[in-house]
């Protein structure tokens, strides 16, 4: 199924059939992949007058309740209402689909006791490439970012000066296979979050960020259509799919 599309003055064209899914799915397992210090997620039927509402219980459906937090517990995209005081949902922000992407692979430089993601890093990776949305690999790459557990071992984050750098290079949608864009343990100041979507001026609505995707070793460096899905939350956050597309050669 070859769908073309027209971007700008270009014609893309993309094979539907062939989706590269880099969302980590939400499990109700303990090694369900995790952060911010909360319990892993939970699946289970729900109990209603003491009858378990399960078909391999005697019912004659599936009725599970789902419990979990978009931000620990899978891949999600954000809006600013994650971090300011009045209420921005995705569901409202967000209302295109589809993104050209630039997917580039980074090793995180080490300054201090930190592992970091640098302006430096993404100029090189970008070059003088224009593209609505940057997918970050880092590395090492590997499907442990599908289970472990992120609490408290401060993991690799962007600087403030990277995150204003794909703001002036008009990147609006930021993906990335970290738990945050920040670091752990910051005292609360958000740099990257903070200069990614221009608090100290005027916000950037339509900028989403989605952190803790996976991008297999499979897929190449390149140019790419993304389809950014998300569930329809009015919430800050909502546990998303993000789907590339490779663009087929002419």
């Keep these: ?36 210090c909360l319990e892993p997620p939970k699946i289970a039927p729900e109990v209603i007058d003491g009858k378990t509402i399960s078909v391999a219980k005697g019912a004659v459906v599936n009725f599970n309740t789902i419990s979990f937090n978009p931000h620990s517990h899978g891949t999600h995209t954000e809006t600013v209402g994650h971090i300011t005081e009045k209420e921005y949902s995705i569901n409202q922000h967000l209302k295109q689909f589809f993104f050209l992407a630039e997917v580039v692979t980074v090793a995180p430089e080490k300054l201090g006791d930190d592992y970091v993601i640098s302006r430096k890093q993404l100029q090189f990776a970008l070059g003088n490439k224009k593209r609505e949305a940057i997918v970050i690999r880092t ?79 499979k897929i190449k460096d390149g140019k790419y259509m993304l389809n950014l899905q998300i569930a329809p939350f009015e919430n800050d956050s909502s546990p998303s799919k993000p789907i590339l597309y490779k663009i087929m050669d002419k």
């Design 1 to 36: 199924m070859i769908a073309t599309i027209q971007y700008n003055s270009r014609k893309l064209k993309v094979n539907l059939l062939q989706p590269l899914d880099i969302s980590i799915p939400i499990t109700g397992k303990s090694t369900n992949v995790n952060a911010w």
């Design 139 to 217: 590395m090492p790459n590997t499907r442990e970012k599908h289970t472990r557990q992120y609490s408290n071992t401060n993991p690799t984050y962007l600087l403030e000066e990277a995150a204003n750098y794909l703001k002036s290079k008009g990147i609006k949608h930021l993906l990335i296979d970290l738990p945050s864009v920040d670091k752990e343990q910051d005292g609360g100041e958000l740099l990257a979050h903070n200069a990614f979507w221009n608090t100290k001026g005027k916000l950037r609505l339509d900028a989403t960020i989605t952190e803790f995707i996976y991008v297999s070793n």
